[in-house]
């Protein structure tokens, strides 16, 4: 059975940082593309970031503060997100390309003074 949960989100101010956490269950993380997507109330779910062993990509809004890192053994992807935003601010999901493509069930991001 697949499963991707995500912790890691909360409330901080603008310029902190944050690391979200998906941990995944059921396939193997390393033999497949994962991504970081982010979903702002009344706006379509954004693309953030794409990781394959060691190959990345970023969405425009966050290259250059967000980093997507894998660790295979422990079946875990990460997004370490630094000098955030309020336009941050959104439900983040973790998204794994395996077969139809897994969705997590989000942790919310708050950045706000």
């Known amino acids: 059975q697949v499963q991707l949960v995500e912790s890691g989100g909360g409330l901080v101010q603008p310029g902190d940082s944050l690391r979200l956490s998906c941990a995944a269950s059921?396939?193997?993380?390393?033999?497949?593309?994962m991504s970081w997507f982010r979903e702002a109330p009344g706006q379509a779910r954004e693309f953030v970031a794409r990781?394959?062993?060691?190959?990345?990509s970023y969405g425009a809004a966050v290259k250059g503060r967000f980093t997507i890192s894998n660790d295979n053994a422990k079946n875990m992807v990460y997004l370490q997100m630094n000098s955030l935003k309020p336009e941050d601010t959104a439900v983040y999901y973790c998204?794994?390309?395996?077969?139809?493509?897994?969705w997590g069930q989000g942790t919310q991001v708050t950045v706000s003074a």
């Open positions: 059921g396939f193997r993380t390393e033999m497949h593309y």
């Open positions: 990781i394959w062993l060691t190959n990345t």
């Open positions: 998204y794994a390309h395996y077969m139809s493509g897994y």
